[in-house]
């Protein structure tokens, strides 16, 4: 079974610190993705990468910068978190090839405060 | 403008029962339409999966449809359980199926 894992399940952050959402796939996965999910708008694509140290911006990017070192694993950055950051944030894989199906993982309830 | 809608948003419907979730899109060129379940806490998975030449699928109690040429697709659930309360999310793949537009997705709410 792909198993995608993400760090916390649960942060709690102030305006302005900086926050790292880790996110790590064990399936060899090319494809690696930064959504945020709030209620009414569904998934929206932050950032995405296709390879390592390979990374390109999905709709909503501002606020946020990402970081893929490895194959298996994928960061979210926030440089200074800002209330409307609060979010529910998920992270997913796919193959390169095929039908791109993407794993999620459980995601990571972030709260701004 | 690529985009997918979903309806209702929201559904009560109690244990047994049949329920239809709906879903159009205006994405292009299309690639593929998927639909996940998404519980409670959890991280979306993958239920079906269709293609343009495919109009319908199923997935044990879930049967998804497709018509391309109207550009909807259904997800019909059968002899509902408490363990379907969920959020179904519709999502429609282009441009050879990597990119993908998420529909806002439909919560069940089963009651026994």
């Known amino acids: 079974d792909v198993k995608v894992t993400q760090s916390s399940r649960y942060l709690v952050k102030r305006t302005g610190e900086k926050v790292f959402l880790e996110c790590v796939q064990d399936?060899?996965?090319?494809?690696m993705f930064w959504y945020r999910q709030d209620p009414g708008l569904g998934l929206r694509l932050i950032y995405f990468?296709?390879?390592?140290?390979?990374?390109e911006k999905g709709d909503i990017p501002e606020g946020y910068s990402v970081s893929r070192e490895k194959k298996e694993r994928f960061s979210l950055i926030l440089e200074s978190a800002s209330t409307n950051q609060t979010s529910m944030y998920l992270c997913?894989?796919?193959?390169?090839?095929?039908?791109?199906?993407?794993?999620f993982g459980p995601g990571t309830r972030l709260t701004v405060t | 403008k690529n985009q997918v809608e979903q309806s209702p948003q929201s559904l009560i419907i109690l244990e047994g029962k049949n329920c239809t979730l709906q879903?159009?899109?205006?994405?292009?060129?299309?690639?593929?339409l998927r639909w996940y379940k998404q519980d409670t806490g959890r991280g979306p998975v993958s239920l079906t999966i269709?293609?343009?030449?495919?109009n319908t699928k199923s997935n044990g109690r879930y049967t998804a449809t497709l018509d391309a040429d109207t550009k909807q697709s259904s997800l019909h659930i059968t002899a509902s359980q408490l363990s379907d309360s969920a959020s179904y999310i519709c999502?429609?793949?282009?441009?050879?199926?990597?990119?993908?537009?998420f529909g806002a997705g439909t919560r069940l709410f089963v009651k026994a």
């Open positions: 997913a894989s796919s193959t390169g090839t095929g039908d791109y199906e993407q794993y």
């Open positions: 399936m060899d996965h090319e494809n």
């Open positions: 990468s296709y390879d390592v140290k390979m990374k």
């Open positions: 879903c159009n899109y205006t994405v292009s060129p299309f690639s593929n």
């Open positions: 269709m293609t343009f030449s495919e």
């Open positions: 999502v429609v793949s282009h441009t050879g199926g990597f990119k993908t537009i």
